[in-house]
């Protein structure tokens, strides 16, 4: 969460760090290009030291790295396929930059960047964009038979046709908002019963603040909870969409 300030929005201001402008463009490094960074170097150090040493009994870290590996491995079994494995690169990398972007929100006075609209439609375009190409490049023309549902009369096809498309165009919007909106209404949560343990405490001698201090940590179990849940609702979805492009159903 950012620096204390009097709104609970707050916490959630682009701040730069190094302002850079080119061609009037402004393309500074920011607080959130900042955590960026750290979300991919924290991912590579924990992969590569966690099976650095490799040992046929792991140790925790080997554990938890083996276990992602594997979770997202059956992630992708259960809902694309076998013919889905070979995109597992890009599923690993999208699930571990959401899930360490929501877990680094959480370290008091950080940022959280999965929190910004424009970080997580940056994500869902690319997502859409990779899926669409991938099953053109796979069905050739064959994929908009996708906006045609089987069994529909002729009849009905003008109007199904642009459901369809819509529907389609309307997935990377789904995504976007979902992330954002929850990793957005719940660091706001804490950040105002944070405010309450300061108000309620400083009016109460200490005492106000025990049931806002309460709730905050209950809230931070929760936000701990919905940090693994909407990296793995974002990138299941991720695997649903890419079934569609390689399946056609």
């Not at 707050?10 to 730069?16: G, N, R, S, T, V």
């Not at 080997?62 to 690169?89: T, W």
Request: aromatic share 12%; proline share 4%; charged share 10%.
């Amino acid at each position: 969460m950012a620096e204390q300030g009097h709104s609970p929005l707050q916490q959630f201001e682009i701040q730069k760090v190094i302002d850079v402008k080119i061609g009037g463009a402004d393309v500074s490094f920011t607080n959130s290009s900042v955590l960026m960074v750290i979300a991919v170097v924290a991912i590579i150090a924990f992969l590569s030291l966690s099976v650095r040493r490799r040992a046929l009994v792991p140790g925790r870290w080997q554990s938890l790295a083996e276990l992602s590996y594997e979770f997202v491995g059956n992630m992708i079994r259960d809902n694309v396929g076998k013919e889905g494995l070979k995109y597992f690169p890009l599923i690993f990398t999208l699930f571990m930059f959401v899930l360490f972007g929501n877990l680094l929100g959480l370290v008091p006075y950080s940022f959280t960047y999965t929190s910004h609209i424009a970080v997580t439609a940056a994500l869902a375009l690319m997502v859409i964009t990779v899926v669409t190409a991938i099953g053109i490049a796979m069905h050739g023309f064959h994929f908009f038979s996708f906006f045609v549902p089987k069994g529909v009369p002729a009849v009905m096809l003008p109007l199904m046709v642009p459901i369809e498309i819509i529907s389609y165009l309307s997935r990377p919007v789904s995504l976007a908002i979902r992330l954002f909106a929850n990793m957005m209404a719940g660091h706001t949560m804490m950040k105002v019963f944070a405010g309450f343990v300061i108000t309620l405490g400083a009016a109460t001698f200490g005492v106000g603040a025990i049931a806002p201090l309460a709730m905050n940590v209950a809230l931070t179990g929760f936000e701990l909870l919905v940090a693994f849940l909407q990296a793995y609702v974002f990138t299941v979805l991720t695997c649903l969409y890419l079934n569609d492009a390689i399946h056609l159903h």
